[in-house]
């Protein structure tokens, strides 16, 4: 049945749920299109079950370091209790039964199926035409890239949506990719005794991110016992009934029974019909202004603009849009602070500009840097205590913009470096304040001591 809305709403991952919801609750007639599960990505295949299974080896990794710290501790990893946390807390088996209520009590009309826009203001679904008085919300998301290697298209490998869903954890697993999924998800299943090599292309792991970070990694998961391989492209795949063998570029070969694509992520937007809504469908993202407004009675949230593939964009970008909508007015969106945090052990968390990108930028940089292992709660920590603050400033302005927190709840630190970055707090307010005594977070401290000409 053909039905006429306010808002249609074209994927409800974060981004999308919360614009759709958002809008129901503002007062509007909103049709939310979902091909899969209300929650997308983050719910059932990314973020939260990932994090389960972060949480779980974090654990064993813990327990393995008491021997000289707290006594001894026999370590069994069983991967079940991973399994049973994902497929029931987490997923609910894979399905958004329980959600859809939750959803439609907020007012949305749900309309299962796969979207695509079919004209201005128009949506259709299996052959049902939604039409929207307001405009469309893109909120489509993205899926794994896959690099067109020799021999890999038609073999078992695994994306994130196999690894969360293992019911073993592999005897061995290669992780093409040295980014944060492949990285999670590589220390995760080494941590359960899977023998786990990683390939990344770039020189180094998290390349987007400061080379400290990489480096850092590399040599903790070098330390647990992970092969790292940076620098060098895949060549070829094969897979017989036992497994992958992946030739690098150099000529060696790896072997294992699984192997992991965790190469990025892509859009396909002629795929939803975006160039029926006057959107240019060879772009690699649907490019948006600080309102969310990608062209007349259209707007994109999400991974979709390409302007961070995280939970909190979508979701932020989404109440912008929703205020857009609802002619409320607010502050457009505001890129300058982006928190970015890998949960790796140690997490490797992120804000604003790397020091590359903030020289690639013109600016007049200074820089300061404290390890964590050094500082007095670093010290005490004791084993599973690396990590480091590096600060990026601005020294004509004496302001950060940007800063990379490394090491045990790197991520908790990190919070006071995006608000120091989004309110652009000067930095010799920063350093006449007091930092709690023995906190990880007074790394800070040590390292706003350490940018040049500071007094
Ligand atoms: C392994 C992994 C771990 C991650 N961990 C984190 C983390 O710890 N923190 C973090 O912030 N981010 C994390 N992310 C990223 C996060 O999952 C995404 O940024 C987030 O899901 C983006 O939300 P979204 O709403 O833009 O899109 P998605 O979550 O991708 O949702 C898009 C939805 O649109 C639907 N859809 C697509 N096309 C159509 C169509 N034509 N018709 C109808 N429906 C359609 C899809 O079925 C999907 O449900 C992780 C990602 C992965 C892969
Ligand atoms: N904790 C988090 O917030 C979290 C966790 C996982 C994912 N994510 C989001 O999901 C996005 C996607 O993650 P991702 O790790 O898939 O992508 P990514 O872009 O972060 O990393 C992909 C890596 O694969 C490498 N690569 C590409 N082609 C290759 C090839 N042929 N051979 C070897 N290496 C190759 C790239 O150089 C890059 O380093 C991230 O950008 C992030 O925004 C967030």
């Known amino acids: 049945m053909d039905g006429m809305y306010d808002v249609v709403v074209l994927g409800l991952g974060p981004g999308g749920e919360d614009v759709a919801g958002r809008l129901a609750e503002a007062g509007l007639n909103v049709a939310g299109v979902e091909a ?15 994090k389960m299974m972060v949480r779980a080896a974090g654990l064993l990794a813990e ?35 329980a959600k859809v209520e939750q959803f439609e009590s907020r007012g949305v009309h749900l309309v299962r199926g ?18 929207a008085r307001r405009g469309i919300v893109l909120a489509t998301g993205t899926s794994p890239a896959v690099p067109p290697i020799d021999g890999l298209e038609g073999t078992p490998y695994w ?11 592999p005897e061995s697993l290669i992780v093409l990719g040295g980014g944060a999924v492949g990285c999670e998800l590589a220390q995760v299943f080494a941590r359960f005794g899977t023998r786990v090599s990683v390939v990344e292309a770039a020189d180094r792991l998290l390349a987007q991110e400061e080379p400290e970070a990489g480096v850092l990694l590399a040599r ?7 092969e790292t391989h940076v620098g060098v492209a895949a060549e070829r795949v094969r897979h017989d009934g036992d497994g992958f063998t992946l030739t690098l570029e150099d000529g060696r070969a790896l072997r294992a029974a699984r192997l992991l694509v965790a190469t990025g992520r892509r859009t396909d937007l002629a795929a939803i019909g975006a160039g029926d809504a006057g959107l240019d469908e060879s772009a690699r993202f649907v490019s948006v202004d600080g309102r969310m407004r990608a062209a007349d009675g259209v707007w994109a949230v999400g991974d979709v603009t390409g302007r961070g593939a995280y939970t909190h964009v979508a979701v932020y970008q989404g109440r912008i849009a929703a205020r857009d909508i609802l002619g409320e007015g607010g502050p457009p969106a505001d890129y300058r602070a982006v928190p970015r945090v890998t949960f790796t052990d140690p997490e490797v968390a992120s804000v604003g500009l790397t020091e590359r ?9 200074r820089v ?27 020294a004509r302005r004496g302001v950060l ?16 470096l995006v608000v120091a970055v989004q309110n652009e707090i000067p930095t010799t307010r920063l350093r006449h304040m007091m930092y709690a005594y023995p906190t990880f977070h007074r790394a800070i401290e040590d390292a706003l001591e350490t940018l040049d000409g500071q007094t």
Not at 357 to 365: C, F, N, T
Request: charged share 25%; glycine share 18%; net charge negative.
């Open 36 to 50: 899969g599960l209300i929650g997308g990505e983050c719910a059932y295949w990314g973020c939260v079950p990932s």
């Open 63 to 97: 327990a393995r370091r008491v021997p000289g710290m707290a006594g001894a501790v026999r370590v069994s990893p069983k991967w079940a209790p991973v399994v049973d946390r994902i497929s029931g807390e987490a997923t609910d088996g894979w399905s958004d039964d």
């Open 114 to 131: 796969r979207g695509r826009i079919t004209g201005p203001r128009e949506v259709t679904v299996d052959g049902r035409v939604l039409r």
């Open 159 to 169: 994306t994130n949506r196999d690894a969360v869903a293992a019911p073993h954890a």
């Open 220 to 226: 903790v998961f070098a330390g647990e016992g992970l």
């Open 357 to 365: 990108e903030a020289r690639e930028a013109g600016l007049d940089v």
């Open 368 to 394: 300061g840097f404290a390890s964590v292992s050094e500082s007095a709660r670093g010290w005490i920590h004791g084993a599973g205590h690396e990590g480091f603050v590096k600060l990026v400033e601005d």
């Open 401 to 416: 913009v940007g800063a990379t927190s490394a090491g045990p709840a790197g991520g908790e630190v990190l919070g006071a």
